[in-house]
């Protein structure tokens, strides 16, 4: 059986327009379009940001499986694209930068490859948007 370990709430009125606070308060933002010149920030940079925290965290659980710490400077840079498809709908798709310094590319690379499928961001995405991973 499953144990619900957190879960993030949210009040959203306005759609991209609008606005989102958190039911504790901490985060509380306008939302504007991307590409608008509108204060506030919008869904796809909300959930680059989500993400990246996310993978990040993975890549720290994907070292310690090998007795490895992360470098302090790592980063994860993360990009997500609203794509308008042939159906006249919408699609997510992504780049998962990952910067680890000091640590030797092939290793880099299956560190994330290994965050990858422990992250449940990128569990969640996984067969349904492109996903591209990058570690550097």
């Known amino acids: 059986m499953s144990k619900v370990i957190y879960t993030g ?9 609008g606005a989102s606070r958190t039911s504790d308060g901490r985060l ?12 506030g920030t919008n869904p ?4 680059a ?6 993978f990040l965290g ?9 007795q490895l710490r992360v470098p302090a400077d790592a980063a994860v840079n ?17 780049r998962l930068n990952a910067k680890l310094p000091g640590i030797e590319a092939d290793l880099a690379k299956s560190l994330v490859e290994r965050a990858h499928q422990l992250c449940p961001y990128s569990k969640a995405t996984r067969g349904n948007i492109a996903v591209e991973l990058n570690a550097a």
């Open 9 to 17: 709430t949210t009040h959203t009125t306005g759609g991209r327009d």
């Open 28 to 39: 509380d933002v306008k939302l504007s379009p991307p590409g608008s010149s509108a204060p």
């Open 44 to 47: 796809e940079q909300l959930f």
């Open 49 to 54: 940001a989500a993400w990246s925290a996310c």
């Open 58 to 66: 993975a890549i720290g659980r994907a070292a310690a499986e090998r």
């Open 78 to 94: 993360a990009e997500i694209d609203l794509v308008s498809n042939d159906d006249g709908g919408y699609v997510l798709q992504a």
